[in-house]
């Protein structure tokens, strides 16, 4: 449940509905808002009583929250939520681009992939220094040496930093080097590594499992928030089907069913979502149709000799004719207004 204070309810008003929260067995998440306080009740919550709850001085409503996740759903924040990194937005109408390759493998090759996605206008760098693999045979990434080619990158281009991180161990060394912290789609449901990261205070992209609902991954979304982080970014990369054509089945209509019950950012993975290099740019353009609020694009300077996800990789070449695509759509998206298409029934 949500409890609305009133406009001029006090502080004290404020700490003894909390207390009262706190006394039942679960935990009050405070928001202080321009106008109004919002207490949010995490947790076990069967014997705090809304009756009695609406009672309290400073008290305007009270709320039930139909849904099972309540810190992400719209019912408990009506506005979206703008995950910032100075300047760059996710989540205000303009897509954001992450960009670089699946795994960090060498100085060079990152120094040189950052040059590229930079001068083709992305927004972020991405890659991997510890990386999920399939087999445990597969080259499992640089571990902190690949943090520390990343931090160069960055270093060289401005451009801010998307790495995994694969354990809760690992939390801190990843959050030295990283401005955001993926958690990646084998790890949706490790419960104890999305606490960690909702401990921290850096922003948090996390992918959908590969077999989770919709529900599944707003719970997962969930942990993270009510650890006290809500800088978390979704991402839609691909789910499992009987499909034989493609790695994964990208599930677009995720991105605006989110978006009616989250508040919360979602960008899209074609890379990941299709498995095949041909497919990456239609299906960025869908996404972007869709209203992603950004894509998530594996990119290298030789993708034949990736030392993962090679198939799914774009070169430089392109890679650039596809953000060309993508900045001729957001012009496009600059100029469109909803009234003007507004079809009106006279007479
Ligand atoms: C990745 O981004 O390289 C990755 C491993 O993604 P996912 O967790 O979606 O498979
Ligand atoms: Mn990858």
Redesign the pocket.
């Known amino acids: 449940m949500v409890i609305v204070m009133t406009v001029n309810a006090s502080s004290l008003d404020i700490s003894r509905v909390a207390e009262y929260i706190g006394e039942h067995g679960a935990r009050p998440h405070i928001s202080h808002g321009e106008e109004r306080t919002i207490i949010g009740v995490i947790g076990y919550q069967h014997t705090v009583r809304r009756e009695h709850v609406a009672t309290f001085p400073g008290v305007e409503k009270v709320i039930p929250i139909s849904k099972p996740f309540k810190l992400v759903s719209r019912e408990f924040k009506k506005d979206n939520t703008v995950v910032s990194l100075n300047g760059i937005k996710f989540g205000d109408n303009k897509p954001v681009i992450i960009a670089g390759p699946?795994s960090v493998e060498s100085e060079q090759q990152i120094l040189e992939t950052a040059q590229i996605v930079k001068n083709s206008g992305a927004h972020l760098l991405?890659g991997?220094a510890f990386?999920?693999r399939s087999s445990p045979y597969s080259f499992q990434g640089l571990g902190k040496q690949g943090l520390k080619f990343l931090q160069k990158a960055r270093e060289e281009t401005g451009l801010y930093i998307v790495t995994?991180v694969l354990e809760g161990m690992h939390v801190p060394l990843v959050a030295e080097y990283a401005d955001v912290l993926?958690i990646?789609?084998?790890n949706m449901q490790n419960y104890e590594l999305l606490k960690a990261v909702g401990r921290i205070n850096k922003p948090v992209l996390l992918?959908r499992g590969m077999s989770a609902t919709m529900t599944e991954f707003l719970m997962s979304a969930e942990y993270i928030i009510s650890e006290g982080n809500s800088e978390i970014i979704l991402c839609e990369?691909g789910i499992r089907t009987f499909v034989e054509y493609s790695r994964n089945t990208l599930d677009l209509n995720i991105v605006p069913a989110v978006k009616n019950i989250s508040h919360l950012p979602i960008i899209v993975?074609p890379s990941?979502g299709t498995g095949r290099r041909d497919l990456i740019e239609p299906l960025s353009m869908a996404a972007l149709a869709v209203g992603a609020d950004g894509l998530?694009i594996?990119v290298h300077p030789h993708p034949e000799q990736a030392l993962s996800?090679a198939d799914q990789t774009l070169n430089p070449l392109e890679f650039r004719r596809l953000m060309h695509r993508i900045n001729y759509f957001i012009t496009s998206q600059e100029n469109y207004s909803p009234e003007n298409g507004e079809i009106r029934v006279t007479g």
Do not use: T, Y
């Open positions: 699946c991405r991997g990386k999920p995994e993926q990646g789609a084998r992918k990369r993975d990941h998530l594996e996800d």
